[in-house]
């Protein structure tokens, strides 16, 4: 996973999603060991500024709806 600073656009999909992960109050804010790879996904497709973006291990297919 991967998260590009200046595309984000704050709109907080990401900590309302899985506040497990996105968690702006600890360092470092974004743990994806803390939720399944599926949910993690999932919620990272909705980031509308495409700041966050994922990988799939070993297939190496990148999200499609986030592709630069």
Request: net charge neutral.
């Amino acid at each position: 996973m991967t998260f590009e600073a200046g595309r984000c656009r704050h709109a907080a999909a990401c900590v309302h999603g899985l506040p497990e992960v996105f968690d702006t109050a600890r360092r470092p804010w974004i743990r994806p060991d803390g939720a399944e790879a599926e949910r993690l996904a999932e919620v990272v497709r909705r980031c509308p500024s495409g700041a966050l973006q994922y990988e799939l291990t070993g297939s190496g297919t990148r999200d499609p709806e986030h592709r630069p």
